[in-house]
């Protein structure tokens, strides 16, 4: 009787299913994520996306708006008229002998404008008051010693100049200020804390607003605007968006003495009819009646409302129109002439009545209207220039 022998496997088929039974004790054993799902990779983006290592060059290219342009091409082209204008004292130092060094230290800075091609510069007086030493420093860092001309210190006005020549000095083209109206787009240059060629952007808050100066005569028609004005700001150019002067920055309203949403710039038109004189003569030519007015406290305490005449100058408009001042008589000091019109506009006290003049030129011929006692009259006169 055979006995069977045993049947033994090759080593091939041994190995094929050891291979199985590992790849199946592998799946068995395979961590799983969260809820017993398999996650199924997403499939990759069909267009790349950007990453922080993308050249700039491969991202798409900003467009600026069209009135971002015309902003940016105003700002190159008026800029370089924009100057920075330096006010400094000469001290003596200490020591020996009383001190016989003199230093020159800053005082004062501001800003400032080309006027025309003979380097005539505009600022503001509060800007040069009291210098011993002025400089004026161009967008590009040139700085030239400026001398003053002239001031207007009623209307805070400054006429400087310097020894520029004249390819690299851009005047700015004024325009006028009687037909701006309010939330028209305004700008300003200037140099506000130092920092220079600054450009700030707002419109035209109000119009005919009234500040006062350092002299404590009131600068009327004055131009509101919310354009960023800083310390430093001062006697800047205020633009209108064809790039054209409409102002120059005087003062700010701030309780801190920062930018608080208000400024204010003297109107071109009191800046074209002002600078013209200074630079010809260092000084305004007033146009008058020749006339001395009282205080106002005496005219109020006569209960009269208007400018009352003190005195009238010999061979004046004033005395061949038929003019009386104040008398004295056996009762007392007697009221003569109250002025209480120009060229029908009302006149209430001496400002008003120098406001009103502030907008006249000598040769001008007005219409006066006077109250004396009861009686009320006009009459005509020829201005004359009062020095």
Known sequence: MNTPTPNRRSPAVTALLFAIFALLLLRLFRPRPPGGTERVPAPAPAVAQETEGTPPAARPAFTPTAEERSTIALFSRVSPSVVAVANKALIRGGGWFGG????????????????????????????????????????????????????????????????????????????????????????????????????????????????????GRRINEVIQTDAAINPGNSGGPLLNSAGELIGVTTAILSPSGAYAGIGFAVPVDTVSRIVPQLIEKGRITRAGLGIQILPDHITRRAGVTGAAVYAVLPRSPAAEAGIVGVSQTFRGILLGDVITAVNGRPVADVESYHILFDTLQPGQTVTVTLQRGDKIRTVSARLIALE
């Open 100 to 215: 016989l060094q003199v230093y020159e230290v800053p005082q004062g800075a501001g800003s400032g404008f080309v006027w025309d091609r003979q380097g005539h510069i505009i600022s503001n007086y509060h800007v040069v008051h009291e210098a011993d030493a002025l400089t004026v420093t161009f967008p590009d860092g040139t700085t030239f010693d400026a001398r003053l001309v002239g001031i207007a210190p009623d209307q805070d006005l400054a006429v400087l100049k310097v020894d520029a020549p004249p390819e690299r000095l851009f005047p700015i083209r004024p325009s006028t200020s009687r037909d701006l109206q309010v939330g028209q787009a305004v700008l300003a240059i200037g140099n506000p804390f130092g920092l220079d060629t600054t450009l700030t952007v707002g419109i035209v808050s109000a119009l005919g607003r009234t500040i006062t100066a350092m002299t």
